[in-house]
């Protein structure tokens, strides 16, 4: 067994439990697969986003993008793997609004988790400036 970040480190993921789960070997390839984004993507978005000390609205923009490209697979995948997918992102959304005061109700769906995870990270960033 290994543990699979459902957000990738490389591209803004964050290191907690929320945004991991248990899968095998065999099963973390395939993801990893399925859920490629091409490299010259991930240089554009390090280009832009490196020199940020202090996340801003060009740097949630960019990450929001970059993370939309990685999911575009996820329909492909196993049943399984897609609601672990699915389970993972409505545990970081929850996470995101607890960490950020944001109040917010969404469907029980991947990508309605995955916009009030980056829309709770916005609220936040927008109170910094």
Known sequence: MENHHV?????GGWDVIENQFLVRIQDHKLIHNKLNI???????FRQLTNHV??????YMEQLEYIQTLYFEGLEVLPQELF???????RML???ACHWYDYKAKCNPDFWSYFK????A?????????
């Open 7 to 11: 957000i990738p480190i490389s591209i």
């Open 38 to 44: 091409p490299y010259s993507s991930i240089r554009k």
């Open 53 to 58: 000390l202090v996340p801003n609205v060009v």
């Open 93 to 95: 959304a929850n996470l």
């Open 116 to 119: 009030v995870y980056h829309e």
């Open 83 to 89: 609601e672990k997918h699915v389970r993972a992102m």
């Open 121 to 129: 990270q916005r609220h936040f960033i927008n109170s910094l400036h």
